[in-house]
């Protein structure tokens, strides 16, 4: 194993401290609880998220202005513990209500709940928006229907940004689940990725083989298949998440997400199939993000998303947002 660590097991501490220490104007850090959060805490509905680490820079790269107020890591591909949780939610919580934005594995569902009940009974206000936007398989040994993958980044954007508009904990919950609900996504990987801790492969692939469907720890994908070609890739992708759900001759966002180890190169090329059959559908593209947004730490693959827009969707996504992963002006 080759990784630019010190010891695996301060990996997520040295992780956290290192961002803040490159954003130390806008970003501070809890010792000891592995949130990070922003250091300008405004009289406002406060959204937070997290889980584990190793998918950055989600979750802790989004935490800014027009984005999330906090974010919590636990392990490497372990949910944060509730302490953690809450030491968030007391660091952010003004008095207008907490939103959480969860992805939907059984870990992160059962420590965000003993959170958010330990927070109520200090009189705090939570809600909260659970994630399900990877049509790969219906239901997961990992987590209790469909996981939660890089549209989560999207949910991140719009529920934000309305946070930051003043609405209400209600308001912003509404159109976080709406948004939520307009996702879809699906991935596949070329290669595994190695855990710090573990030094090894979490599992195999063949030289001239790629995973159809594989989740962002390493979960089962739907077929093993031998490699195919950027236009294929997309086909194939594309196919799942437009049977899915009605997106034909709406608007939306895309987002071509990298899970690490692909080159820039590569996802520009899948991009440009993604535009091409998105437009024979006719799908109208709003706005495109393409790069590293939900890793998983080294494995080299990809993931297509796509967000069915409306007017104040639109509106939300295109509002400015300053962190250290995205930045609209």
């Known amino acids: ?6 010891a695996p097991e301060d990996v997520v501490k040295e992780c956290l401290e290192g961002m803040q220490m490159a954003y130390s104007d806008t970003l501070d850090y809890i010792p000891e609880m592995e949130v990070i959060v ?66 939907n594995y059984s870990g992160d569902i059962m420590n965000f709940g003993l ?43 719009i529920a934000g940004a309305k946070a930051e508009t003043g609405a209400s904990l209600s308001e912003v919950a509404a159109i976080a689940r709406e948004a939520a609900d307009n996702i879809r996504s699906m991935g596949m990987a070329m290669t595994p990725c190695i855990l710090p801790a573990v030094g090894k492969p979490g599992f195999v692939l063949a030289e001239d083989e790629i995973e159809i469907g594989m989740g962002i720890h390493g979960e089962p994908g739907v077929e093993k298949t031998k490699v195919k070609t950027a236009k294929e890739v997309a ?50 593209v709003h706005r495109t993000l393409v790069g590293n947004y939900t890793t998983s730490l080294d494995m080299t693959g990809c993931s297509i998303t796509l967000l069915k827009l409306n007017d104040e969707l639109k509106t939300l996504l295109d509002a400015e947002c300053d962190t250290p992963a995205l930045k609209f002006y």
Do not use: W
């Open 38 to 103: 922003r250091k300008e805490i405004r009289d406002k509905v406060a959204v937070i998220s997290g889980g584990g680490a190793g998918h950055e820079p989600l979750h802790a790269g989004f935490v800014g202005r027009g984005m999330l107020d906090a974010a919590i890591s636990g392990n490497v591909f372990s949910s944060p513990s509730p302490d953690r949780i809450v030491a968030a939610i007391d660091r952010v919580n003004t008095g207008k209500g907490v939103l959480m934005v969860i992805k």
């Open 235 to 284: 086909e194939c992708l594309l196919d799942k998440i437009l049977s899915d759900y009605d997106f034909e001759n709406s608007e939306v966002a895309v987002l071509v997400n990298g899970l690490g180890g692909t080159p820039l190169m590569e996802l520009y090329i899948l991009n440009r199939e993604v535009q091409k059959i998105l437009k024979e559908r006719n799908i109208s």
């Open 115 to 157: 959170a958010t009940d330990m927070a109520e009974l200090d009189g705090v206000q939570i809600d909260k928006v659970i994630v399900k936007d990877d049509v790969a398989v219906p239901d997961s040994t990992y987590s209790t229907g469909r996981r939660g993958i890089a549209g989560t980044v999207f949910v991140h954007k």
């Open 1 to 6: 194993m080759k990784k630019i660590i010190n």
